[in-house]
């Protein structure tokens, strides 16, 4: 009987104990690399694009020759303004993308001794890093859609007679919101957050292929997709499966999501749901891929992403 990749010595090509014995130096060269891939990590300045620079050896600091701009090898992306040493940095990654159900914050800021925040931000970062390179896709071939609820919980009353039927509206938070997952069949997958399924359907006119053939669940929200494109339907309440249609790599993704929520983060309802959506999507889509060059493929995007701006900021290492 074969084994299974992610039990095999190909899925493990990046251990923490390779990138604390590395040394500043080489994590530094590293971060060069992955930053100006195009010239072997020679620098190249943000503002002008000239490849002519000075390196300031004693800061980490290259200076251009063109237009004299002052720049380090993480100004204008989304680690700008770091504190953590790059040592730090790529051992966060590593233990990041080693998290089959993701990484908590709190289990983050004991493995680098950082405080909380420091590991909070840091891991939205990265989140909002993998969700970069997933703007503007397009699926195509066979897409499975489905749809799951998330957050909007309401604790039942203590005694029985006290409590309300929950699946009524009127008795739900209004906080409930869903996640919608579009996945090509053995391919990439694209989520969305929106109030309920049906209104997912603007998004699938926009990144999903007019010959895509669309496979859906029983689920009202669904029937506009008809106009658009061939739709089959496989009906849950009779049958997982019913000649050849189901949606179960959608399911998969959820699985994933829901272990993540209940396992790991407990809760990632609200503004933050959506950076956990995305996160869970990145690790279906890579999840036969070794865990080093998962490390590789997120510091790239790291270092390809724009300073964010919901995620400005870092505090001061502990002492």
Same mark, same amino acid.
């Given at each position: 009987?074969?084994?299974?990749?992610?039990?095999?010595?190909?899925?493990?090509?990046?251990?923490?104990?390779?990138?604390?014995?590395?040394?500043?130096?080489?994590?530094? @060269?590293?971060?060069?690399?992955?930053?100006?891939?195009?010239?072997?990590?020679?620098?190249?300045?943000?503002?002008? %694009?000239?490849?002519?620079?000075?390196?300031?050896?004693?800061?980490?600091?290259?200076?251009?020759?063109?237009?004299?701009?002052?720049?380090?090898?993480?100004?204008?992306?989304?680690?700008?303004?770091?504190?953590?040493?790059?040592?730090?940095?790529?051992?966060?990654?590593?233990?990041?993308?080693?998290?089959?159900?993701?990484?908590?914050?709190?289990?983050?800021?004991?493995?680098?001794?950082?405080?909380?925040?420091?590991?909070?931000?840091?891991?939205?970062?990265?989140?909002?890093?993998?969700?970069?390179?997933?703007?503007?896709?397009?699926?195509? %071939?066979?897409?499975?859609?489905?749809?799951?609820?998330?957050?909007?919980?309401?604790?039942?009353?203590?005694?029985?007679?006290?409590?309300?039927?929950?699946?009524?509206?009127?008795?739900?938070?209004?906080?409930?919101?869903?996640?919608?997952?579009?996945?090509?069949?053995?391919?990439?997958?694209?989520?969305?957050?929106?109030?309920?399924?049906?209104?997912?359907?603007?998004?699938?006119?926009?990144?999903?292929?007019?010959?895509?053939?669309?496979?859906?669940?029983? %689920?009202?929200?669904? @029937?506009?997709?008809?106009?658009?494109?061939?739709?089959?339907?496989?009906?849950?309440?009779?049958?997982?499966?019913?000649?050849?249609?189901?949606?179960?790599?959608?399911?998969?993704?959820?699985?994933?999501?829901?272990?993540?929520?209940?396992?790991?983060?407990?809760?990632?309802?609200?503004?933050?749901?959506?950076?956990?959506?995305?996160?869970?999507?990145?690790?279906?889509?890579?999840?036969?891929?070794?865990?080093?060059?998962?490390?590789?493929?997120?510091?790239?995007?790291?270092?390809?992403?724009?300073?964010?701006?919901?995620?400005?900021?870092?505090?001061?290492?502990?002492?």
């Amino acid at each position: 009987m074969a084994q299974h990749f992610l039990l095999s010595a190909a899925a493990r090509t990046l251990s923490l104990k390779q990138v604390f014995s590395m040394g500043e130096d080489r994590a530094y @060269d590293t971060f060069c690399l992955l930053r100006w891939p195009e010239t072997d990590g020679e620098a190249v300045c943000p503002r002008c %694009g000239c490849c002519e620079t000075y390196s300031i050896s004693t800061r980490r600091r290259f200076k251009c020759v063109g237009c004299y701009h002052q720049f380090s090898v993480t100004s204008g992306t989304i680690f700008a303004s770091r504190k953590l040493s790059f040592t730090d940095l790529l051992a966060a990654i590593v233990i990041f993308v080693n998290g089959a159900k993701g990484v908590a914050a709190l289990h983050l800021s004991r493995d680098l001794n950082v405080q909380y925040k420091t590991a909070f931000v840091l891991t939205h970062k990265l989140r909002e890093a993998m969700a970069q390179e997933q703007r503007g896709r397009v699926l195509n %071939g066979i897409v499975e859609i489905d749809g799951g609820y998330f957050g909007g919980h309401v604790k039942p009353e203590n005694y029985v007679a006290d409590r309300k039927d929950r699946r009524l509206k009127a008795n739900q938070s209004g906080k409930r919101e869903c996640v919608v997952i579009m996945r090509e069949r053995n391919g990439r997958s694209l989520p969305f957050v929106v109030a309920n399924e049906g209104d997912a359907v603007p998004m699938v006119r926009d990144h999903v292929g007019t010959l895509a053939t669309i496979y859906a669940d029983e %689920g009202a929200g669904w @029937d506009a997709l008809h106009a658009g494109w061939e739709t089959r339907r496989v009906n849950h309440s009779v049958a997982f499966m019913d000649e050849g249609v189901c949606t179960n790599q959608a399911e998969s993704y959820f699985s994933r999501l829901r272990r993540a929520e209940i396992g790991t983060h407990h809760h990632i309802a609200g503004p933050y749901l959506f950076a956990y959506a995305a996160e869970m999507s990145w690790r279906e889509d890579n999840r036969r891929v070794s865990n080093g060059q998962q490390a590789t493929m997120v510091t790239e995007a790291a270092m390809a992403a724009p300073v964010s701006r919901q995620w400005a900021g870092y505090w001061q290492r502990a002492s």
